[in-house]
């Protein structure tokens, strides 16, 4: 009775080469909601806190240069900046360690993209493979690339406070 009166759509099944773009056409839309809703809470923070309005839109990336320095306290600029975080925090005191604290911390989608830059540096550079080999003989080969992963971030990390160029020798102390 429903579905004759029109209240109840009715289902559509997709064809089986079309369901990987359709898959894709869902995550893309709940990424462009996320993308929004981040963009009007920025715009409405900034109206809290009494500062000018944006004299651009800050919908494309190279109007939202200088937005974390408009406002005032380290704890906003460090939320408004990017999450370059990739390693734990430790929990020390009197020079013991302790268990790590934030098992969830850094950014996962930049964490994603270290690991595959590791692949690619092993490939393409034999000192880099060397020092994974080495690595791979005292922990798993996964814990390897992990362990590699997070020293890549740290080199990029030295490079963007440093304005420097990437240095295999510093890499692999």
Known sequence: MLL???????????????????DLLRRRCNIVRRRSATIVHVQIVNH?????AFPKSISYKTNRAGIPERFEGNSVQRMMKLDARLVKGTNSSAGKQYKPTGAKIGNPHLKWGFSEAITLLKR????????????EQKHSKARANT??????????????????????TIFLR
């Open 4 to 22: 004759r009166g029109g209240n109840f759509p009715t289902s559509y099944v997709y064809p089986k080469d079309m369901r990987g773009t359709r």
């Open 48 to 52: 809290q806190q009494n500062l000018p």
């Open 124 to 135: 393409e550079c034999p000192e880099a493979k060397a020092f994974a080999e080495r690595i």
């Open 147 to 168: 362990l590699l992963a997070i020293k890549l971030g740290r080199a990029v990390y030295w490079m963007w406070t440093r304005k420097t160029a990437f240095d295999t």
